[in-house]
């Protein structure tokens, strides 16, 4: 019986474009990491939080002690853990800094007690912790986080999920200007209906989507990475949004979108070389306005959660 482990859940871009609230992502290289150690009794204790100020050690309170207990919960089993979490996501980010918490949480949990329940499963729980994160509960960042690759949620009730092929060659962009909008914020500035010309424009846009991605198609990839809903509205967060998108598709990016809800910014290229173009200008145009910008270039990450030690 192991009585500790370790493990890693990356970061994600929920929404791609015009998926809101369904398509997801997971990144390579950048996600929390997570000490998991049975305890004698059957508290969760979150023993340190590193990487990032101000997340709360309240087990009620935090995503990753939220997301085991509806774990637990549903085994109907009274085991305690102590949880050290290692935070390299901002929370705020727009890149799944809560999802990827609760997603290693839930991961390393099932891991240490000889996986009771199937990755699938386990999106459940770790809605419950991005409930608590964002006021719904959306598995467009947990489930790329857990499951890896490109994922969607056909359904919510009951859950549906399930991964989209892609090509490995495709590379992200992501641009992080330093400024934190919470998702809870992001999400009720949004109207509750939308037209149904913009509705069939963004159906339109999700089959090409998806199409574009299982066909390797980057042209209609590109073309179908718009957002008639959602980016009009909340691109009025992000300062200098549009300014950013204009000048990634001259750059060569193939669509440009908010990921998650933002401030992060992502596009999606097929020549690696276009990655230092945009990083380059966004450095100058954020930096023209003392606005800290982190910028990086990333695959898709295939395997999402996994156990590091
Ligand atoms: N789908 C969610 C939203 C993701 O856009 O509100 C939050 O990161």
């Given at each position: 019986?192991?009585?500790?482990?370790?493990v890693?859940?990356?970061?994600?871009?929920?929404?791609?474009?015009?998926?809101?609230?369904?398509?997801?992502?997971?990144?390579?290289?950048?996600?929390?990491?997570?000490?998991?150690?049975?305890?004698?009794?059957?508290?969760?204790?979150?023993?340190s939080?590193?990487?990032?100020?101000?997340?709360?050690l309240?087990?009620?309170?935090?995503?990753?002690?939220?997301?085991?207990?509806?774990?637990?919960?549903?085994?109907?089993?009274?085991?305690?853990?102590?949880?050290?979490?290692?935070?390299?996501?901002?929370?705020?980010?727009?890149?799944?800094?809560?999802?990827s918490?609760?997603?290693?949480?839930?991961?390393?949990?099932?891991?240490?007690?000889?996986?009771?329940?199937?990755?699938?499963?386990?999106?459940?729980?770790?809605?419950?912790?991005?409930?608590?994160?964002?006021?719904?509960?959306?598995a467009?960042?947990?489930?790329?986080?857990i499951?890896?690759?490109?994922?969607?949620?056909?359904?919510?009730?009951?859950l549906?999920?399930?991964?989209?092929?892609?090509?490995?060659?495709?590379?992200?962009?992501?641009i992080?200007?330093q400024?934190?909008?919470?998702?809870?914020?992001?999400?009720?500035?949004?109207?509750d209906?939308?037209?149904?010309t913009?509705?069939?424009?963004?159906?339109?846009n999700m089959a090409?989507?998806?199409?574009?991605?299982?066909?390797?198609?980057?042209?209609?990839?590109?073309?179908?990475?718009?957002?008639?809903?959602v980016?009009?509205?909340?691109?009025?967060?992000?300062?200098?949004?549009?300014?950013?998108k204009?000048?990634a598709?001259?750059?060569?990016?193939?669509?440009?979108?908010?990921?998650?809800?933002?401030?992060s910014?992502?596009?999606?290229?097929?020549e690696?070389?276009?990655?230092?173009?945009?990083?380059?200008?966004?450095?100058v145009?954020?930096?023209?306005?003392?606005?800290?910008?982190?910028?990086?270039?990333?695959?898709?990450?295939?395997?999402?959660?996994?156990?590091?030690?």
């Amino acid at each position: 019986m192991r009585e500790s482990i370790k493990v890693f859940a990356p970061a994600t871009v929920a929404n791609v474009g015009c998926g809101y609230d369904v398509l997801g992502f997971a990144l390579e290289g950048y996600g929390d990491e997570l000490i998991l150690t049975r305890r004698p009794d059957d508290r969760l204790v979150i023993a340190s939080i590193e990487g990032v100020q101000g997340l709360p050690l309240d087990p009620l309170k935090n995503v990753s002690t939220v997301a085991i207990n509806a774990f637990l919960t549903d085994l109907d089993l009274k085991q305690g853990f102590d949880l050290r979490i290692k935070k390299n996501i901002a929370a705020g980010s727009g890149l799944g800094s809560s999802a990827s918490s609760a997603a290693a949480a839930v991961y390393a949990a099932n891991e240490i007690l000889g996986r009771p329940k199937g990755q699938l499963e386990l999106i459940n729980y770790a809605m419950a912790g991005e409930k608590l994160a964002s006021t719904k509960a959306h598995a467009d960042n947990v489930a790329p986080s857990i499951l890896g690759g490109v994922t969607a949620v056909r359904s919510y009730e009951p859950l549906d999920v399930f991964n989209i092929s892609y090509p490995e060659s495709l590379k992200v962009v992501v641009i992080f200007p330093q400024i934190e909008i919470k998702t809870s914020d992001a999400k009720k500035i949004l109207r509750d209906e939308v037209k149904l010309t913009d509705a069939v424009k963004q159906w339109g846009n999700m089959a090409g989507l998806i199409s574009g991605l299982i066909e390797h198609d980057f042209e209609r990839i590109g073309k179908s990475l718009q957002d008639v809903i959602v980016e009009p509205v909340r691109s009025i967060l992000i300062p200098f949004y549009h300014q950013m998108k204009t000048l990634a598709l001259e750059k060569g990016a193939l669509g440009f979108s908010i990921s998650g809800s933002g401030p992060s910014m992502f596009c999606f290229i097929k020549e690696e070389g276009a990655s230092s173009e945009i990083i380059e200008a966004a450095q100058v145009l954020y930096g023209a306005y003392e606005i800290e910008v982190i910028s990086f270039i990333s695959g898709i990450n295939k395997q999402g959660a996994k156990i590091i030690e």
